[in-house]
């Protein structure tokens, strides 16, 4: 049961321009949506994240959206960098029963911004 | 170290031998995450610590796994008798809550094993 889904396997952008990234969820009872940057050879790190609460969050480039009624949440980096070059995973968590703290991710998109 | 320690970074064994991977977690931080990653795959949850014990191990694949967490700190996974389908890099994540309150997870680089 794939609770987070990234559909997308990888997107292409020009540097300057706006990347989306795409996910969706099926657990209605998830409290916060994160968004995850992995380059290879590495860890995943924290990018940002959104509260169920909430239907955008904005850190710099990075904007979080939140469509709760549609189980969806996006990932907008504006202007794209080719740093920004990377996996991006989307994960969710919830703090009720047993799934208490434990974070579920997607598959994953693969960001490449060209120069 | 400042961060999540992970050892080995990497790891080649045959088919049938056992296998140790450690992680040890950001100083002070009581929850610690096993997950694992396949080639082509998504992040794939294992089993999470809090403290010395584990709430939820629901994601270990089969009773070949097994993971123990001692003095609040350093974690060991097992795989027993490893097969090819173990192969895969095994991420090991701390935070000082459960969920890091938010769900910001300090994730290690990761320990690649391959099973021939």
């Known amino acids: 049961d794939q609770q987070v889904k990234q559909n997308s396997p990888s997107l292409s952008v020009q540097e300057g321009r706006i990347s989306i990234l795409n996910c969706d969820y099926t657990?209605?009872?998830?409290?916060?949506f994160l968004w995850y940057k992995k380059y290879p050879a590495e860890g995943p790190t924290f990018l940002i994240s959104?509260?169920?609460?909430?239907d955008k969050n904005e850190d710099g480039r990075f904007t979080v959206f939140l469509n709760k009624s549609a189980k969806h949440l996006s990932l907008h980096i504006v202007p794209s960098q080719p740093g920004d070059s990377a996996v991006y995973f989307c994960a969710a968590i919830g703090f009720g029963g047993t799934s208490y703290g434990k974070l579920t991710f997607g598959q994953g998109t693969i960001l490449t911004v060209h120069p | 170290g400042a961060g999540v320690s992970q050892s080995p970074s990497n790891k080649v064994t045959e088919k049938g031998k056992d296998v140790e991977l450690r992680c040890d977690p950001i100083s002070g931080h009581t929850a610690l995450y096993w997950y694992r990653q396949r080639l082509g795959q998504g992040l794939e949850f294992l089993i999470y610590?809090?403290?010395?014990?584990?709430?939820?191990k629901s994601g270990l694949p089969s009773d070949r796994f097994s993971a123990e967490r001692t003095g609040e700190s350093v974690s060991t996974l097992t795989i027993q008798r490893t097969q090819q389908e173990d192969s895969a890099v095994y991420l090991c994540?701390?935070?000082?809550?459960?969920?890091?309150?938010?769900?910001?997870?300090?994730f290690g680089e990761g320990s690649r094993l391959t099973v021939l």
């Open positions: 959104i509260s169920s609460i909430k």
């Open positions: 994540a701390s935070s000082l809550a459960p969920g890091g309150n938010t769900g910001e997870l300090f």
């Open positions: 657990n209605s009872m998830f409290d916060y």
């Open positions: 610590f809090q403290g010395n014990s584990a709430p939820d």
